[in-house]
């Protein structure tokens, strides 16, 4: 069985024209202000509602967060979409923002490497750790965030997201 050597690596580098390399930049965008369609019955989830940069790798995790709350809220609205979709959005907007400023922070952490600093005490930095998420339930934390959400819809209290979404749980997400 071949292995792929560094010295392997070390040889293509070298003989590759630095004209015909691509540097693929990790592009930040922001999320969106709504998930909700204006009518109430479509709903963006997942990576069309808040694309997380490679290095969080959390897209995948993200998106079956989002499904299951749907699903959940879409059983426990009682038929109404809207109140279920809105519901969702609600429930998962300040969990999938944080996740998302995770991406930003390891890319970072990976694309302004402090190489002196590094040198000068390799040991300390071979110890550092990115910050995990905690354990989390998206469908137990859509259960019970749902009854106070729903009562708040129904009673019309409007405003952006970053004002009537769900605020983080105590102790946060990390």
């Not at 709350?69 to 109140?83: E, F, H, K, P, W």
């Amino acid at each position: 069985m071949a292995f792929f050597t560094g010295e392997d690596a070390q040889a293509l580098f070298d003989i590759t024209p630095v004209e015909k390399t691509i540097d693929f930049k990790l592009v930040y965008r922001p999320t969106i202000d709504t998930w909700v369609s204006k009518g109430g019955r479509t709903i963006l989830i997942g990576d069309a509602a808040h694309a997380n940069l490679p290095t969080a790798g959390q897209g995948a995790s993200q998106a079956l967060e989002d499904a299951v709350t749907v699903a959940q809220c879409l059983a426990m609205s009682g038929g109404d979409v809207r109140l279920g979709l809105e519901a969702t959005q609600r429930i998962r907007y300040h969990r999938s923002n944080a996740v998302h400023e995770s991406g930003q922070k390891n890319r970072d952490a990976f694309y302004k490497i402090p190489w002196e600093d590094i040198e000068a005490a390799p040991a300390q930095w071979a110890q550092k750790r990115f910050p995990k998420l905690k354990p989390w339930d998206a469908l137990n934390f859509a259960v019970g965030q749902f009854p106070k959400v729903a009562e708040d819809i129904r009673n019309g209290v409007k405003g952006h997201l970053d004002d009537v979404a769900v605020p983080p749980p105590k102790g946060g997400y990390w």
